[in-house]
């Protein structure tokens, strides 16, 4: 059985066909859904699918950083009055993002970090969004030394160096989705040397959809080429991967 610890099911995308993207899923063997936050804006949806599968929907609660701009003081108090107000398991899409904008870095950093801390508090996993941003992102977690906190490093395609810098850091996993069935992919290098036990396995869906479907939407069905792909890169069974990474993210979400 499989675990997609990061699809956005509650999107727009899923709207005209959200009961047969399911029986896919579950045809695949799909047997959680992990979805994180972004903001106020998609927070009613959110809540509404979760509501509607329990057991299988699993929500999580966050600011994402390409929602952090001018009204980012807000969005944030948003988080801050929900975050006790029903069961999510983890604080997140939190963290870094200076690929679209550049102009709000100073706000996403303090963003992340208080978003941390509030997580570390409720002893919750935080689920990381990083993209063209590592030094910034480093010196965030230069700053929560002394904080103690689990969670994902979500879309993960760094180096194994920096995998193992960031375990040296917290109690980290690293999502593995469709990236890594891409020609060429650095992740799929990097993932050879890589812990099966620290690896979750996620789609990103409706976005970053795998080979052979790449171009299309993904959906959480998909989820399974992705850990056919891990197999092969480490020499294993799907059966082996779809074990050992579900295993995991019931451990780091509490499912």
Same mark, same amino acid.
């Given at each position: 059985m499989?675990?997609?610890?990061?699809?956005?099911?509650y999107?727009?995308?899923?709207?005209?066909?959200?009961d047969?993207?399911?029986?896919?899923?579950?045809? !695949?063997?799909?047997?959680?859904y $992990?979805?994180?936050?972004i903001?106020? /804006?998609s927070? *009613?949806? @959110?809540v509404?699918?979760? #509501?509607?599968l329990?057991?299988?929907a699993f929500?999580?609660?966050?600011?994402?950083?390409?929602?952090v701009?001018e009204?980012w003081?807000?969005?944030?108090d948003f988080?801050?009055q929900?975050?006790?107000?029903r069961?999510?398991?983890?604080v997140?899409?939190?963290?870094?993002?200076?690929?679209?904008s550049k102009?709000?870095v100073k706000?996403?950093m303090?963003?992340?970090?208080e978003?941390?801390?509030?997580? !570390?508090e409720?002893?919750?996993? $935080?689920?990381?969004?990083?993209r063209e /941003?590592?030094? *910034?992102? @480093?010196?965030v977690?230069e #700053?929560?030394?002394?904080?103690t906190f689990?969670?994902?490093?979500?879309?993960?395609?760094?180096?194994y160096?920096?995998y193992?810098?960031?375990?040296?850091?917290a109690?980290?996993?690293?999502?593995?989705?469709?990236?890594?069935?891409?020609?060429?992919a650095g992740?799929a290098?990097?993932?050879?040397?890589?812990?099966?036990d620290?690896?979750?396995l996620?789609t990103?869906c409706?976005?970053?959809?795998?080979?052979?479907?790449?171009?299309?939407?993904?959906?959480?069905a998909y989820v399974?080429?992705?850990?056919?792909?891990?197999?092969?890169?480490?020499?294993?069974?799907?059966?082996?991967v779809?074990a050992?990474?579900?295993?995991?993210?019931?451990?780091?979400?509490n499912?």
């Amino acid at each position: 059985m499989l675990t997609d610890t990061h699809c956005h099911l509650y999107d727009e995308a899923f709207r005209d066909d959200f009961d047969a993207v399911l029986s896919r899923a579950r045809e !695949a063997g799909v047997e959680a859904y $992990v979805m994180p936050g972004i903001d106020r /804006a998609s927070y *009613d949806a @959110l809540v509404a699918v979760a #509501d509607a599968l329990p057991g299988f929907a699993f929500p999580c609660i966050g600011l994402h950083p390409t929602s952090v701009g001018e009204d980012w003081q807000e969005e944030l108090d948003f988080v801050k009055q929900h975050l006790d107000g029903r069961r999510w398991y983890a604080v997140g899409e939190i963290g870094l993002d200076e690929y679209w904008s550049k102009d709000h870095v100073k706000q996403q950093m303090r963003v992340l970090a208080e978003q941390v801390c509030m997580a !570390a508090e409720r002893d919750m996993p $935080v689920i990381i969004h990083l993209r063209e /941003a590592t030094d *910034d992102f @480093l010196r965030v977690m230069e #700053d929560l030394r002394g904080v103690t906190f689990r969670g994902v490093m979500h879309a993960w395609s760094g180096s194994y160096e920096m995998y193992r810098r960031l375990l040296g850091m917290a109690d980290f996993k690293f999502g593995i989705g469709g990236v890594v069935t891409y020609k060429n992919a650095g992740v799929a290098v990097a993932l050879e040397k890589m812990s099966l036990d620290d690896i979750v396995l996620e789609t990103d869906c409706p976005w970053l959809t795998p080979v052979p479907y790449r171009g299309k939407r993904n959906e959480p069905a998909y989820v399974r080429l992705v850990a056919e792909k891990v197999a092969q890169i480490k020499g294993l069974t799907p059966a082996e991967v779809a074990a050992v990474t579900t295993a995991s993210a019931r451990r780091l979400f509490n499912l």
